[in-house]
């Protein structure tokens, strides 16, 4: 066994990747949310999205990109974002990639918070392989890390994906780089200095 040391100011994650080869026949289960296409989403609307979703768990890749550049992704005919609500509150989201022939990427699938272990997870995995699969998808993949929700390998997994492989990745931590607020992710602790304009108010 080796040990490498991750140095303060970085997190490491393990990231599995999966993949399904065919749809599965498992009965849609009902939910109470709503899924709504977004069609011409802008860079700003789609970064409060992301955020409101992806903070709790790290994500930040999104936010990092130039407008042109997210513009290019979220705009492309090949990619489909949704919106979830729960009456008029916006409270996930789903991003499907067609980019590559005959593929489709499940981008990010997410809810908030709040509404974890409450079914609405499994209902917008359903509903976002029901709209992945297509006449001319031969596969879709996704890929999830230990930085996640800890209920979203399982998920996938018992969704019919198969892990494919693993990597580790290490990157700077987004809230010491004042990407995302210092006092998101509580669980994932803080090795690093923060600046006085990241320091979370006391």
């Not at 998920?155 to 995302?180: M, N, Q, S, T, W």
Request: charged fraction near 25%; proline fraction near 7%.
């Amino acid at each position: 066994m080796t040990r490498d040391r991750v140095p303060d100011g970085e997190l490491a994650a393990i990231v599995t990747h999966l993949e399904m080869r065919q749809a599965s026949a498992a009965p849609m289960p009902e939910g109470t949310l709503r899924l709504s296409r977004v069609a011409q989403p802008t860079p700003d609307q789609y970064r409060a999205i992301f955020r409101k979703v992806g903070a709790r768990w790290l994500w930040f890749s999104r936010l990092v990109m130039d407008d042109a550049r997210l513009e290019s992704i979220i705009t492309s005919p090949a990619v489909e974002l949704y919106e979830v609500t729960a009456v008029e509150a916006v409270v996930g989201m789903l991003e499907l990639d067609f980019r590559n022939a005959g593929e489709c990427e499940l981008a990010f699938v997410g809810l908030v918070p709040e509404l974890s272990g409450q079914g609405h997870g499994r209902w917008l995995l359903a509903r976002a392989l029901d709209l992945a699969w297509r006449d001319s998808i031969t596969r879709v993949h996704v890929h999830t890390c230990t930085l996640d929700h800890p209920a979203a390998l399982p998920a996938y997994l018992r969704a019919g994906f198969k892990a494919v492989r693993r990597e580790v990745e290490h990157f700077p931590d987004p809230r010491l780089a004042g990407i995302l607020p210092a006092d998101c992710a509580p669980q994932v602790p803080l090795l690093g200095t923060l600046t006085c304009a990241e320091a979370p108010a006391s």
